[in-house]
């Protein structure tokens, strides 16, 4: 009889959630925004910025949260969950959600209420040495947003040389399955713009360029992997020269 209690006490716990004490899930949380809800208009609307952030990126934390908890997924990164989802034809669900959340994170921490000046340094290098310019740059990527199919995102992505990539994923996929590291991404879903910009996905994405920063996105592209890389090429040429 006491056995059949514990076991109804567990049940009960798994079926509410507090489950995740016990097994020490780390749950996902909705981010906080670095700026006002309507610091980033006219480009995007408070409107669109409170259900965008609100309710859409509100819905793939409670989703993954609930799909992850008590499994093998709950003990790993969010980047790793999207990784190994990916790998796994019955966990569609969770890599779908696990990649919007990441995709989100990404997005929603790239904006400065003003923008910022174009990027410099190696990433400005980076830029130049793979289209000629950075107006070549961004007109490769909003044909590229304007063009995808569906709903999807589109990515700025480095490799580990730092070779940079213009990269269509569909519905929430993430460069980092291709192992490349992603650098700024634009999301191409209808409900990023149907609010501002009805069914014109060309004005919204131009739109973003006025709010980029590009300060988060030049760390981004120094924190994975390229400066060291950059240091121990440089480093190796010295040395041969010797
Ligand atoms: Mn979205």
Known sequence: MAILNICF????????????????????????????TDALEPALSQEAIEIHHGK???GYVDNLNRLISATPYARMSLTQI???????IYDSAIFNNAGQLLNH???????????????????????????????????????????????????LATDHE??????????????????????LGIDVWEHAYYIDYRNRRSD????????IDW??????????GVVENSCQQAIKALTQND
């Open 9 to 36: 006490i567990l049940l009960t716990a798994l079926t509410t959630g507090s489950i995740d004490s016990i097994t020490n899930a780390p749950m996902f949380e909705l981010i906080s925004l670095p700026y006002p």
């Open 56 to 58: 859409h990126l509100k």
């Open 82 to 88: 999207v990784i190994a989802a990916d790998s796994s």
């Open 105 to 155: 994170n990404l997005y929603f921490t790239q904006f400065a209420p003003q923008g910022s000046n174009p990027p410099q340094g190696i990433l400005a290098d980076a830029i130049y040495s793979r289209w000629g310019s950075f107006d070549n740059f961004k007109r490769e990527f909003s044909k590229s947003g304007s063009e995808l199919f569906g709903s999807g995102w589109i990515w």
């Open 162 to 183: 730092g070779t940079l990539y213009i990269i269509q994923e569909a519905n929430g996929g993430n460069p980092v399955t291709k192992g490349l590291t992603p650098l």
């Open 204 to 211: 919204y994405i131009n739109a973003l360029w006025d709010i």
């Open 215 to 224: 300060q988060v996105v030049e760390q981004r592209y120094e924190s994975s």
